[in-house]
């Protein structure tokens, strides 16, 4: 059985000129939006296999979706009142994976699959028709029809996945007018040629041999010695590299083989970080090229100074710099000094024996 | 315009699927009594444990059953002589003349065998040692080896003379570092690392090529060398590589240039005066001798005579009136590959470069160019069709360009256009190497045998195709229509689980069960 959840509001700002829709319904509505996540999800049930059956929430959250294809629901859950809040997409999406759906599709933005991602992490496959202002997170197909012809390969086919970064604009950097994307989770997504990347959603877990690479390499160079491990799945790589229960979407300090600090805050790090100081290992989170400033703000410029600062090593699979289309990496830490010292061509890691010489700007 | 073209299909079985137990495509007569009487036993020389107890099953078929299956066959293939291939670009696609195909079918090539004495084959080491100087005498260096059977072995090659070169002078533990551009082919990279280096790789800058502020990052006393294409994969020229070779130079390393494709540069630019020490040719791309569906082929390796001593052995030498080859190398790199290089692919190239001579070689290049520059002028004229790189700073003789724009309009992508060619007659359309910098690539190469009207009717479908998707979509992503085959599941290239590249791999996966 698949579960599918339609976020109505799923892409109301992009039309109307607003960077997302999240908490921005009514002003959207107001500029003249019109819902259109329940069309993109028709187009991906009209493309599943008639025979399996489907079990969704009430309403504009997937069940009209599901008649308008021409199709009944063999289960309705309980999608809330309507409100679409980010709520009912987690608690439609716990329902449906309670009742036994084996893949979950969700219509939705970027926005949506952090929900998702909060409802089932990488407990239950799921799969994002895209349908949001936003869609920068490796966890979607690239056109609702794809999403439903990936979906129904799956289900009768060898159902291999694969994990997926969910990337969403980081919330806590907004106040600041730093927007910036930050990781919040993995999802596990149907493997399936050519049909989840695209030139905007990195995924460099397509690139195995890459990522494992670089962990092995960064492990060595990294040895006895401190390190902070920034979020990413290719830092985290490292991590398991190391044996280390690392966080993905934290920031983490190990010594000596061990892990010390686990999901640090700066000032965690700052009291940790002795005269030796420390490699720090970031990777670009999302297809923007954010190394710093974004997702890892506890890797402050006062912790890169006691770290030294000459000792940042950005890793990044090749899939992931070719989504960037040989646009330069950023860092904007918030202090202009910092900043200025870490521009210019680095070495990044990008694979066992293979390095990349790239601009950070 | 829409699409004439329509190829056989036929419901072919399986080779072993046709015929009857029985069946035969010719019954030799048996020997006459005094023959047999003195002829051995032929199974005699197999030791009985090698022997097998029951017969192979092969097919049983009769010759004209046997004609038309290969016939059908071939009917539902896309071959160079039936459909123009440009498409394929940075494989250099060209005409290979049908009179070189007599050369190598004389029995003087065709039966010849690696193992025979040099006095018994004089003639093709003097065709081996004339090419050589040829290709001498086109690249600018001085010393050849054609033993490499590809362009990549012919990469690997050089990285291991660099490899020997930095350690005979005892900095081999140091230098272990070389560096080459995400544009260049992936074989720069993927060679010097098979051949123990270190990759550091540069993108391409703000005008496509990479900056000369990066390799002066990437240089140490560590670099070993760069190995670079250049036009790189995307058509552009690196017009500062007299700089990148000075550099390289001055901080101890030494310069490969990649000329697997030299086509945009033959008999115009050569690798000597750019600065570099060492080189490789693909005969079976530039020098018009068939790919032979991926072999085999010749990746024909050039150095400085400085390098000379490390070359593969044996090399070809002249000595006096005769051609002998020279084992005695004790510097050598050793062997790539056995003997001295593909007899048939060094005749074909040879007959190329005698037919055309230095004017005519040079006359390639510009007619290449030039018939490149017109497919570029047609192509802007597809809907969503666009170059990545400033326009300003034009590609020499392939261009890579992105459908990236009606990609987010219809959902139709390069490879969509490229499956939907077939409906036209047309081979596929070269997308890009790896990694996929340029978002839906398409790489062709108009060289120099196709004709004004081979390049209009080529432009003519693609716009059709792209006109076609804006105003119904799905009617490309459903096709191609016509052609002997519409859509594979390409699920399975993307699933190591299922690739199955040896028997052994076969046999580790429980596939087979001896026999």
């Known amino acids: 059985m698949i579960g599918l959840v339609v976020n109505p509001v799923a892409g109301l700002g992009g039309a109307v000129g607003l960077k997302g829709t999240d908490g921005m319904v009514d002003e959207a509505l107001a500029r003249g939006a019109v819902p259109r996540a329940g069309e993109r999800a028709v187009l991906a049930v009209r493309a599943l296999p008639p025979e399996v059956p489907l079990a969704t929430a009430g309403g504009a959250m997937g069940a009209d979706a599901v008649r308008a294809a021409g199709r009944e629901p063999a289960l309705v859950v309980d999608g809330g009142d309507g409100a679409t809040t980010a709520d009912d997409t987690r608690r439609a999406v716990a329902a449906l994976a309670e009742a036994g759906c084996e893949l979950i599709l969700f219509a939705g933005g970027d926005g949506t699959a952090r929900d998702v991602c909060a409802a089932i992490g990488d407990r239950v ?43 969403d604009l980081d919330e806590d950097a907004v106040p600041a007018g730093r927007v910036g994307p930050r990781l919040y989770g993995t999802l596990r997504v149907p493997l399936g040629p050519g049909l989840v990347a695209s030139a905007k959603s990195p995924s460099n877990d397509e690139d195995p041999a890459a990522v494992n690479g670089i962990a092995a390499r960064m492990a060595e160079r990294i040895g006895d010695g401190t390190a902070i491990l920034g979020p990413g799945t290719t830092v985290a790589a490292v991590g398991r590299e190391m044996g280390l229960d690392t966080t993905l979407v934290g920031v983490d300090l190990v010594r000596g083989g061990a892990l010390v600090l686990r999901d640090a805050a700066e000032r965690d790090l700052l009291e940790a970080l002795d005269g030796d100081g420390a490699t720090t290992v970031v990777t670009p989170i999302g297809g923007q090229g954010f190394v710093l400033g974004r997702g890892n703000q506890q890797i402050s410029p006062a912790v890169l100074r006691a770290a030294g600062i000459g000792r940042l090593t950005v890793v990044a699979t090749p899939a992931k710099l070719a989504v960037l289309g040989a646009r330069p990496l950023i860092v904007d830490t918030g202090d202009e000094a910092t900043d200025a010292e870490l521009r210019g061509w680095h070495r990044l890691v990008t694979g066992y024996d293979e390095e990349t010489i790239y601009r950070v700007e | 315009m829409s699409p004439q073209f329509q190829q056989a299909r ?25 023959i047999a009487a003195h002829a051995p036993d032929p199974l005699a020389a197999i030791p009985p444990a090698f022997r097998r107890s029951t017969p192979p099953r092969l ?14 066959l071939s009917q539902e293939t896309l071959g160079n002589d039936v459909a123009v291939d440009f498409g394929l670009g940075t494989c250099t696609m060209k005409y290979s003349p049908k009179v070189n195909e007599h050369l190598v079918r004389m029995p003087e090539v065709q039966d010849l065998h690696p193992a025979q004495h040099e006095d018994t084959v004089q003639g093709i080491l003097e065709v081996l040692w004339r090419l050589e100087q040829m290709l001498c005498a086109i690249s600018g260096l001085d010393r050849f080896t054609l033993q490499p059977p590809s362009g990549s072995a012919a990469v690997y090659t050089n990285a291991s003379i660099v490899r020997a070169y930095h350690a005979s002078r005892g900095e081999g533990e140091q230098r272990d570092e070389i560096i080459s551009s995400v544009f260049s082919h992936p074989c720069d990279q993927s060679g010097p690392w098979s051949a123990g280096f270190k990759v550091v790789e540069l993108y391409p800058g703000p005008n496509g090529y990479p900056e000369l502020d990066a390799l002066k990052a990437a240089l140490s006393n560590r670099t070993a060398g760069i190995v670079i294409t250049n036009p790189e994969d995307t058509g552009i020229y690196n017009p500062h590589i007299a700089e990148f070779t000075r550099l390289v130079h001055e901080a101890g390393g030494l310069c490969v240039y990649d000329q697997a494709n030299a086509n945009g540069i033959l008999g115009i630019a050569r690798a000597r005066e750019a600065g570099f020490d060492l080189c490789h040719f693909n005969m079976h791309k530039t020098f018009s001798s068939p790919h032979n569906g991926m072999g085999p082929a010749m990746g024909a390796s050039g150095v400085k005579e400085e390098l000379a001593r ?18 005695n190398r004790p510097e050598s790199i050793g062997k790539i590959r056995s003997f001295v290089g593909n007899a048939q692919i060094a005749v074909r190239s040879y007959a190329w470069i005698l037919a055309l001579g230095p004017d005519g070689i040079r006359e390639v290049a510009e007619t290449a160019v030039l018939n490149a520059n017109y497919l570029a002028t047609r192509l802007r004229e597809v809907p969503g069709m ?4 400033p326009t300003s700073n034009t590609p020499i003789e392939q261009f890579r360009w992105s459908l990236e724009a009606l990609r987010e309009e219809t959902g139709v992508g390069s490879a969509d256009i ?3 060619l077939a409906d036209y007659g047309f081979q596929p359309v070269f997308g890009s190497h790896h990694p996929f910098i340029v978002p839906e690539p398409l790489t062709p190469e108009a060289s120099e045998s196709f004709s ?24 490309v992503l459903e096709g191609p229509y016509r052609n ?13 689980e299922r690739w199955v590249p040896t028997s052994r791999v076969e046999r580790a996966k429980g596939a087979v069960t001896g026999d």
């Not at chain 1, 994002?128 to 390969?153: D, H, M, N, T, Y």
């Not at chain 2, 209009?456 to 009617?475: E, L």
């Not at chain 2, 002997?484 to 190591?496: E, K, V």
């Open chain 2, 10 to 34: 036929w419901s072919e079985p399986l080779l072993s699927e046709l015929g009857t137990p029985g069946e035969r495509g010719y019954v030799p007569t048996a020997p006459e009594a005094e």
């Open chain 2, 386 to 389: 666009s170059q990545p790189f």
């Open chain 2, 484 to 496: 002997a085959c519409r859509r594979i599941d390409a699920a399975a290239l993307d699933d190591p």
């Open chain 2, 59 to 72: 097919p049983q078929v009769a010759q004209p059953q046997l004609l038309r299956h290969f016939y059908r």
């Open chain 2, 452 to 475: 004004k009207e081979d390049i209009d009717a080529w432009a003519d479908a693609m716009i059709d195709i792209a006109k076609r998707a804006q105003a119904d979509a799905d009617d």
């Open chain 1, 125 to 167: 496959p799921a799969l994002g028709v895209p349908a949001g202002v936003k869609i920068q997170s490796a966890a979607f197909a690239e056109s609702p029809r794809r999403a439903g012809e990936l979906a129904g390969a799956w289900l009768t086919g060898r159902r291999r996945e694969r994990a997926a970064e969910v990337v």
């Open chain 2, 418 to 420: 490229s499956r939907n």
């Open chain 2, 310 to 327: 490390f070359l593969p052995a044996p090399v070809v030498e002249k000595r006096g009136d005769r051609f002998e080859l020279d084992w």
